[in-house]
């Protein structure tokens, strides 16, 4: 059954947690706990797009997207250091184009038409949530 839809796509939308990378999915660790919780992670990224978890998008005027990862800071790590870090760049794994390549494998129906994409990864602020901030880039209307 296709469910993909042009229509009714937010053009931004905020996915709650913290980002996901795409797992190397093999016919060996299909079943295993990463690859699962990737799973999870599409529905929800899916959910947060297009109101269905199953839904993918299949919109031709759909030509790019930007990603802002807002990642939650270890708890192991000093206040000092958290304070340091917070909302400077993230420049540790998941890696940003694993990021991207995980949202736009569960959004997209086809995601070879997406032909601009930019990536951001940030250390979350103290009272900040973890979440990703996803914005499409889409072709007006003609008139």
Known sequence: MDHSVTAAVKSSFTILGNPQGKPRITHQNKFSDSVKK???WADKVREAATGDKETKISDPR???IIICAHCEMPESW???KRDALAGT???QKPDTDNIGKGIKDSLFADDKEICVDF???FWCHADEEPR???FILRM???L
């Open 89 to 91: 760049l993230h420049q």
């Open 38 to 40: 990737y799973w999870q």
């Open 140 to 142: 007006p209307s003609p």
């Open 119 to 121: 990536y951001f990864k």
């Open 78 to 80: 000093a206040q000092k």
């Open 132 to 134: 990703v901030d996803v």
């Open 62 to 64: 759909i030509f790019g």
